[in-house]
């Protein structure tokens, strides 16, 4: 999951992950690991990353809450799949945002991340 989430955010949270992986996660995979969903304990939702877009999507699937229940997933516009795929379930656009960077920008891969911790810890 580290090596996932390092590809997807260019960032090194192996601290902020092992923190949390012990509240609970899901991994989506073929044999190897394809993506992660770890939830947030700050909001609904968490963060999802994930390799291959059907991965990502399951996850999303997987983590949706209940019909009526409130849940707020953060993608990166450049996703376009998971931005489908919310909508089409409902979800709304509720607020944007940009990925500030001090120094050098950090590569990331937008396409690979399908929910955010929250908009602090990405």
Not at 57 to 65: Q, S
């Amino acid at each position: 999951m580290l090596a996932l989430d390092l590809a997807a955010t260019g960032e090194d949270r192996r601290r902020l992950l092992t923190a949390l992986w012990p509240t609970g996660g899901l991994v989506a995979g073929d044999g190897r690991a394809l993506g992660y969903h770890l939830a947030s304990p700050w909001r609904s939702g968490g963060a999802v990353v994930a390799a291959d877009p059907r991965a990502g999507l399951a996850l999303l699937d997987a983590v949706r809450a209940a019909p009526g229940d409130e849940v707020a997933i953060s993608v990166p516009a450049a996703n376009a799949p998971a931005v489908r795929s919310l909508q089409s379930a409902g979800f709304s656009e509720r607020s944007r945002t940009v990925r500030m960077h001090r120094g050098p920008r950090v590569p990331w891969n937008p396409a690979a991340l399908f929910g955010a911790h929250n908009l602090f810890w990405g």
